[in-house]
């Protein structure tokens, strides 16, 4: 399976500039462009602390004692590669108005970018049985996960909470999750989320979404089947359609409000709407925060 | 306990119940059927509202058929044969009331007809004919009791036991006898003798003596010197014969009561006599015995007198008597039956969807009115 089938060249080559950063410290195995949640000596300067019997003669700073008359030790800030997680959605209701080709595009630019800038990326997804591809650094890796990506399919009977569940067992260190979903199961998807946030992992959440299922602008009166349960309503979308939109922007607010109020980084992307200002705009917001 | 339907033609009107469905089946296939992620947001604001509009659904297929299905029922005519109905076909009663050739006057008439479910007055030349008409009426009347009343004087040989015997067992047999109404008078025949000679002549006499007077007297002496032979008006022979016999034997005609009665019991057996010791024979078949018959009688020295009709022993009557029998399993039922209670649960169930039908639409207009308020 080639990567154009996941995500074109174009949609890569607009994002290969940006970098995706953790935003909370991860634990990594080699050095890499992420926080480390231990403190050694590398690259990045973190401050200054009181020399101790046994440091380092190498990092002292001669200048600050010319200048204080007294012994500081400089403390750099270690960095670490991360591990990302992409955690799809290939639940039923994410087939409708290309939402899934969404996520799963998403994940590729993502991965991509993942693994461009060293880091290991993994995807898993549950169906009847989990979809995994492990963690891995290096491009070799990039053609598997691109070719897990696009055998994905959406119809699976296991909802995203139940890939966020085995996610929290397979995460043996702390690293990056990136959920793509609808989160139509959101309150037990959400509440595996937190539990990922709690477990020290910096989760992403992508709420991928389709214009009509947000205006529901499906045509005239029809018998609406639920692709999760199968249950059958016949509406008419013209009378339905102002408090369907009130009920569920209202959803929507709810979602993104708690995940932010824990911390979770929360992306909403519409199918169909222009991809790559949004994922910029994202990028550049979290390079900002970490 | 069974139905019996007065109009079974109508039940083809239960295919129509195919109709509603096909109604119902091409108005659900004109949905389309959209695959959705979630109809949690639709459930929020419409789904109340449509859960309740697909009970509807389904509630007013089942109202439409049942109101085709009823009207169809009802049409046809059912007639529950439970046992009070059945009860109810005994306690009645449809009564032939046959009358015989005599004068019945009216009252007696009504008080044959009293207390009957339907009834009707059959008058026939023979006894016959008049029971096997009643028969073919009852056939056509609704299930009751069956009773036939014979009217009249009840002379001899106006039943038989053959006539008896023709009737259905089931049907009752009941005799009234009657008295004779006064006849009027009436102008008849009289065959005067005069000079020796026979002569035609007609008189004024009671009605009901259907007979043929002849007399050797003077016209004017009718009344008080009068030998009188009274036959059947057809029989002018048999009374020419008898008057030669009296004439032969040297009867005086001048004695007031002395009369030569031929009475007739039926159509063909009469008696001849004077006061007793009747001579029964067939009358017409044997002119000449009559003739004699008169000729001995007359010669009797009893006085002879005008003869009451036989009638029919008390003993007979009571043996052909019976009561009315079970009602005919092939009679019609005409009554209207238990319908009238489906049409009026048709009724209901019209009332009902018109409701059904409006109610969706006062939501929808109750809706909009409070979105435009809003």
């Known amino acids: 399976m080639s990567r154009s089938h996941v995500v074109t060249s174009t949609e890569l080559q607009s994002l290969r500039d940006l970098e995706l950063m953790t935003k909370t410290t991860v634990e990594g195995l080699r050095q890499g462009l992420h926080r480390s949640p231990f403190h050694g000596y590398s690259a990045e300067f973190s401050q200054y602390r009181h020399y101790r019997p046994g440091d380092d003669l190498k990092y002292v700073d001669w200048k600050a004692f010319a200048r204080t008359d007294r012994i500081y030790t400089r403390q750099f800030r270690e960095t670490t590669n991360v591990s990302a997680l992409f955690v799809v959605d290939i639940s039923k209701s994410m087939d409708f108005g290309s939402k899934f080709v969404l996520a799963r595009t998403v994940a590729a630019v993502l991965g991509t970018l993942v693994l461009d800038q060293g880091d290991a990326a993994g995807v898993l997804a549950v169906d009847e049985r989990a979809h995994l591809v492990p963690s891995r650094s290096g491009h070799h890796h990039l053609r598997l996960l691109l070719s897990e990506l696009a055998s994905l399919a959406p119809g699976g009977s296991a909802s995203i909470a139940e890939a966020l569940r085995r996610a929290a067992t397979i995460l043996k260190r702390r690293g990056l999750v990136i959920v793509l979903s609808d989160l139509y199961e959101d309150d037990e998807a959400i509440g595996q989320i937190r539990r990922l946030a709690r477990m020290g992992h910096d989760v992403i959440v992508i709420h991928t979404l389709s214009r009509g299922e947000m205006t529901l602008d499906v045509g005239g009166a029809a018998e609406f089947v639920d692709l999760e349960s199968g249950r059958r309503m016949t509406v008419q979308p013209s009378a339905a359609r102002e408090s369907y939109i009130a009920a569920f922007n209202h959803w929507l607010h709810h979602v993104e409000q708690q995940l932010r109020r824990d911390g979770i980084d929360y992306l909403r992307l519409i199918a169909g709407e222009p991809l790559e200002p949004a994922l910029r705009r994202f990028l550049v917001g979290r390079r900002g925060l970490s | ?374």
């Open chain 2, 1 to 374: 306990m069974s139905i019996f339907w007065t109009a079974p033609a109508a039940l083809i009107g239960l295919a129509l119940v195919a109709l509603p469905i096909a109604v119902h089946l091409l108005a659900r296939r004109n949905v389309r059927t959209l695959p959705y992620p979630s109809l949690r947001f639709l459930r929020q604001t419409q789904l109340a509202a449509f859960r309740r509009r697909a009970i509807e659904d389904a509630a007013l297929l089942i109202c439409r058929l049942a109101i085709v299905a009823l009207a169809a029922l009802a049409l046809a005519g059912p007639v529950l044969q439970n046992d009070a109905r059945q009860a109810a076909y005994l306690q009645r009663v449809s009564r032939a009331i046959v009358l015989t050739r005599d004068g019945v006057d009216r009252e007696a008439m009504e008080r044959a007809a009293d207390g009957a479910f339907r009834s009707i007055v059959i008058t026939r030349l023979t006894m016959a004919d008049a029971l096997a008409e009643a028969s073919r009426w009852f056939d056509e009347q609704p299930p009751s009791a069956r009773e036939i009343v014979i009217l009249g004087a009840l002379r001899r040989g106006v039943l038989n036991d053959v006539d008896v015997a023709a009737v259905d067992r089931n049907i009752g047999i009941r005799f009234m006898p009657a008295t004779i109404e006064t006849p009027s008078t009436t102008v008849v025949p009289i065959l005067s003798r005069r000079a020796g000679k026979l002569v035609a002549i007609s008189r004024q006499v009671r009605a009901d003596v259907d007979a043929t007077q002849v007399t050797d007297g003077p016209l004017s002496a009718v009344s008080t010197d009068l030998v009188r032979i009274i036959a059947s008006s057809t029989d002018t022979p048999l009374a020419e014969a008898a008057l030669a016999a009296a004439l032969d034997a040297g009867i005086p005609w001048t004695n007031f009561n002395q009369r030569i009665v031929i009475a007739w019991d039926g159509a063909d057996t009469g008696s001849v006599g004077r006061n007793t010791g009747l001579i029964r024979m067939p009358v017409p078949a044997a002119v000449q015995a009559a003739a004699d018959a008169v000729r001995e009688v007359l010669l009797t020295a009893s006085r002879p007198r005008f003869r009451e009709p036989v009638l029919i022993t008390a003993e007979q009557l009571a043996a052909w008597t019976r009561s009315p029998g079970a009602p005919s399993a092939d009679a019609p039922i005409a009554d209207e039956g238990d319908r009238r209670w489906l049409w009026g649960a048709v009724l209901v169930l019209l009332l009902i969807e018109w409701r059904m039908r409006r109610a969706p639409a006062a939501r929808q207009a109750d809706q909009s009115e409070e979105a435009r308020v809003a």
